[in-house]
């Protein structure tokens, strides 16, 4: 087992307990990708409310979940994308309210903005071409790459053959890798790393 997976496996299980300090870990460590995931099936624009949700749902179920480290990521893996299927279904019943955003444009930033930006744009920028890809491929993509979840725990999630998600993986990676060769300002290494992927 990992370092990381090591750390988060006793964070889990110490959260299972009532301990605050070892949940912040936890969601410290898993919600970035599991963020990305729901951006995925849901778009930029609900992702945070959508992620919120799964939190909620993982906070309650927590006390009875049994696994470790990969076998969590997975569990709440599964747990955004019902969610995310849920707000999808709802999403279609019901128009769309704008709201209005401009009292917050005053307000600073606690945080280096500029570096912040920098690696929210290169975030942006990967889901974005993962977003491209159909729908399966990039669901696929976004649990084995963005999640980092092995090939068995990502068809479970899916309902889905290892073979199967064997396939939608690397034919996602090779279109993007493609988008990327294609992009002048991304470099030749980056567009192999992802082929080779």
Do not use: C
Request: proline share 2%; aromatic share 4%.
């Amino acid at each position: 087992m990992h370092k990381d997976d090591v750390a988060l496996t006793a964070a889990v299980r110490s959260a299972q307990k009532g301990d605050e300090a070892a949940f912040r870990a936890v969601y410290r460590a898993v919600n970035p990708r599991l963020l990305g995931y729901v951006r995925t099936l849901v778009g930029e624009g609900d992702a945070e409310d959508v992620a919120s949700e799964a939190w909620l749902q993982i906070t309650r179920d927590l006390a009875g979940f049994k696994g470790d480290a990969d076998q969590f990521r997975g569990w709440s893996a599964r747990i955004a994308r019902n969610r995310s299927l849920d707000h999808i279904r709802a999403r279609s019943r019901r128009p769309a309210i704008g709201g209005d955003e401009t009292e917050l444009t005053d307000r600073a930033a606690a945080s280096d903005t500029a570096a912040e930006a920098m690696t929210a744009q290169a975030t942006r920028r990967t889901l974005s071409l993962i977003s491209r890809l159909p729908r399966g491929q990039a669901e696929v993509v976004t649990l084995r790459v963005v999640m980092g979840l092995d090939v068995k725990r990502t068809a479970e999630i899916l309902g889905k053959r290892p073979g199967a998600v064997r396939t939608a993986a690397q034919r996602g990676l090779k279109q993007i890798a493609e988008w990327l060769e294609s992009d002048s300002g991304v470099t030749e290494t980056a567009a192999r790393t992802l082929k080779g992927m």
